[in-house]
């Protein structure tokens, strides 16, 4: 309990997620030394950092949300293995984007090219990079404003298409670099552009 007992925390959000901050006196940022000695001795919390230093205690995902995270998942999963360019990862992968933020989207995928410039070391760790596609899935403790956030932070970390599937209002909100956001009512399926060509993500399970 030494680390935790050495937090203070600042605000406990609405969405039920925790942000904490360095210090007992003063609200010092975590540096990704601090995140590494918390994420080893409290392993069973879900956690990410802010680019400010702030640390996020996430709840764990409730039955109905892992269900439609699992299906996004083995849907990109599918494409990803037969496809062979890249990459896939689960929600528990952390990366370490370029603004020093340590996050874990939802589901993601990497270039081959990109993962390969990478050392064993890198790989085995919190990987330094930004994913070249996201997606992360709202539940209902998720405040929306926080989700989109998390988009935009990909966006400019160098993510080249994001989706932000909300069950909650029927939506799907399409992020790409440098575009407006684009809105999708109750769509039945996703297109992967030409990030992941010739995958479409079937909703059925997932925005239901």
């Known amino acids: 309990m030494a680390v935790l007992e050495a937090e203070r925390t600042r605000s406990v959000h609405k969405d039920t997620t925790a942000v904490i901050s360095r210090g007992v006196e003063e609200a010092e940022p975590y540096t990704l030394d601090h995140f590494l000695a918390f994420m080893d001795e409290y392993r069973d ?5 802010t680019s400010e230093g702030e640390l996020i205690i996430m709840p764990p995902a409730f039955s109905k949300t892992g269900m439609r995270n699992a299906k996004l998942t ?12 890249g990459t896939y990862f689960d929600s528990s992968t952390l990366f370490r984007l370029p603004n020093g933020a340590v996050r874990s989207p939802d589901a993601s995928w990497v270039s081959k090219l990109r993962w ?15 994913p070249d596609f ?9 405040r929306l404003s926080t ?13 080249k298409l994001g989706w932000l599937i909300d069950p909650e209002s029927g939506r799907v909100e399409i992020y790409r670099p440098d575009l407006e956001v684009k809105i999708v009512d109750n769509p039945t399926t996703l297109s992967g552009e030409a990030v992941l060509p010739r995958f479409v993500l079937e909703l059925k399970g997932i925005l239901e």
């Open 147 to 159: 989700v989109q956030e998390k988009m935009r932070e990909y966006m400019t970390c160098g993510a």
């Open 116 to 130: 390969q410039t990478l050392s064993e070391e890198e790989q085995e760790g919190i990987a330094p990079l930004c």
């Open 45 to 49: 919390l879900r956690i990410e950092l």
């Open 74 to 85: 083995v849907r990109l999963g599918i494409w990803a293995e037969h496809d062979g360019t």
């Open 134 to 142: 996201v997606a992360e899935l709202r539940s209902k403790s998720d």
